[in-house]
């Protein structure tokens, strides 16, 4: 996996760190929209998109490169939208395998690979420069349901520690798969499956079990179904003011877009 | 006598299968004592302690915490008296930030923001951890862990400390200065549960000895931990004439 979900830097002081996370979170939201939105036949735009991406990169301290190598990772998923090559109706460029591309069909799936990759930016910019426990604020107070913020936040919290037991589950069995003397060693596949199947179990039932624990040592601390934090401090127009020069930004290109590049 | 903390009378619990965990469990904690709760592995020493701030319920028995009987409505302020610290830090630990994690129960508790910081802030100074709020409790180390353990449960200011096997896992050195933290806490009723006989012998003034679910021996720590013959008998051993 490219992006590591460990390597978050976050103690940044930039005005990108310094901005408030519900602020942060509503203009992420905001851009993302902006750039699905995006008319694909807009092909100017996005340049000036990926420029506004970047400038925030650059604000926030994290190399424009790097973001743009780890906003590939969503890539992949947008081979989903491959099939419009072949479906959208439009003049046909050229055949494979039987199958016509259209020009329509090549400049609606160039734009989704863009869109998406524009996008993903963002988000890693976002989770990079926000401390994830901010986040998880800001979405309750935006109105996410608690349950699914507390959801998150506790998967976030024993990731870890799962994968520290699946580390020791696999290191008992490296430690005893000995290789003998004479012959291959290894065992058959059924019966290799049947151990990497036990194991999962294993790790599902010490995850059942832990989760037990968990909750008993909420319990005990007066846990009663409704989880309480200290409140956040008011969100003032001082604080929530630079958030909007990202939306004029995108604004600004989404009129162009519309008025003049979509022809 | 002094002030009775926690009385339990006649106790029973069966395990969902039907085994017997405890058995006609009976007796009394008085506020500023230290007791020590020994008994091999599987003698209901963790099923004991669970029932002490209702996390599991007995269909038979009495337990009255500080006056107040243990039932579904005062659950939840024998919850705040109660502090119960499991041996699993990972598992007591559930929050991302240290913060978080020490305030859980002064916010339960309803109190108000500027006071849950001001307890938080004195829990961790009370076990030497000043400065760890902002630190995220998966990267602290065992013995970092189990102090911040007992920081989330110190912040509820309950009237007995309850840990669960406060030594396993712990290096010697982790091992000593949890020991002398908790000899810091001169005026806490403490009840630890634990194999460290050691630990027992320093930090108890009294000891229960737990067998089979049923209370083998209450007594002086100095006289019982020190007679072999007894320890022997329960799968424990003797604390060396010192």
């Given at each position: 996996m490219q992006f590591n979900v460990k390597d978050r830097p976050s103690m940044g002081d930039t005005p990108l760190h310094a901005l408030d996370p519900r602020m942060k979170l509503v203009v992420a939201v905001l851009l993302i929209v902006g750039i699905v939105l995006t008319?694909?036949?807009?092909?100017?735009a996005y340049p000036l998109l990926w420029a506004l991406v970047a400038s925030l990169a650059v604000i926030g301290r994290v190399g424009v490169w790097r973001l743009a190598r780890l906003g590939t990772v969503a890539l992949p998923f947008a081979l989903?939208?491959?099939?419009l090559l072949f479906t959208t109706?439009?003049?046909?460029?050229a055949t494979v395998g039987g199958l016509t591309i259209s020009d329509a069909g090549l400049l609606r799936f160039v734009s989704i690979l863009i869109k998406s990759w524009l996008a993903t930016q963002v988000s890693i910019l976002l989770s990079l420069t926000t401390p994830f426990t901010d986040l998880l604020g800001a979405l309750e107070s935006l109105g996410i349901p608690q349950t699914l913020v507390l959801i998150t936040s506790f998967l976030y919290r024993y990731v870890f520690t799962l994968n520290d037991e699946a580390d020791r589950l696999r290191q008992a069995r490296a430690s005893r798969s000995a290789a003998p003397t004479y012959g291959r060693g290894g065992g058959r596949w059924w019966w290799r499956a049947q151990v990497a199947g036990g194991m999962i179990g294993n790790l599902f039932l010490r995850s059942t079990e832990r989760s037990e624990r968990v909750y008993a040592a909420m319990l005990a601390r007066g846990f009663s179904g409704q989880m309480r934090a200290i409140a956040p401090p008011p969100l003032t127009w001082r604080a929530a003011l630079p958030g909007l020069l990202p939306l004029l930004g995108l604004i600004v290109i989404e009129v162009l877009a519309r008025l003049w590049w979509n022809g | 006598m002094s002030e009775m903390l926690i009385q339990v009378q006649g106790l029973y619990y069966h395990y969902p299968?039907?085994?017997?965990?405890?058995?006609?469990v009976s007796f009394t904690i008085h506020r500023g004592e230290k007791v020590g709760l020994i008994g091999p592995n599987g003698a209901g020493k963790s099923t004991l302690l669970l029932h002490l701030n209702g996390i599991l319920r007995s269909s038979s028995g009495q337990i009255t915490i500080d006056g107040l009987p243990l039932t579904e409505r005062s659950l939840r302020q024998i919850r705040a008296q109660v502090g119960l610290v499991f041996q699993n830090p990972d598992d007591q630990l559930f929050s991302t930030y240290v913060h978080q994690d020490v305030a859980f129960g002064p916010l339960h508790m309803g109190l108000p923001d500027a006071e849950v910081e001001r307890r938080v802030e004195q829990a961790l100074e009370a076990v030497g951890?000043?400065?760890?709020?902002?630190?995220?409790?998966?990267?602290?180390s065992g013995g970092e862990k189990k102090r911040i353990a007992i920081a989330t449960v110190l912040s509820m200011q309950p009237k007995i400390l309850i840990l669960d096997e406060p030594s396993s896992g712990l290096d010697p050195r982790g091992r000593r200065s949890l020991i002398q933290l908790l000899a810091s806490f001169t005026d806490q009723t403490l009840l630890i549960s634990t194999h460290d006989m050691r630990l027992a012998y320093d930090l108890c003034s009294r000891v229960i000895v737990l067998d089979e679910g049923k209370i083998a021996a209450d007594g002086p720590a100095a006289d019982l931990l020190t007679d072999a013959i007894l320890m022997e008998r329960h799968g424990l051993e003797s604390v060396g004439h010192v």
């Open positions: 008319p694909e036949r807009a092909l100017p989903a939208g491959l099939t109706p439009g003049q046909p460029l | 299968d039907g085994t017997a965990a405890l058995e006609d951890m000043r400065g760890a709020a902002g630190r995220i409790s998966f990267h602290l």
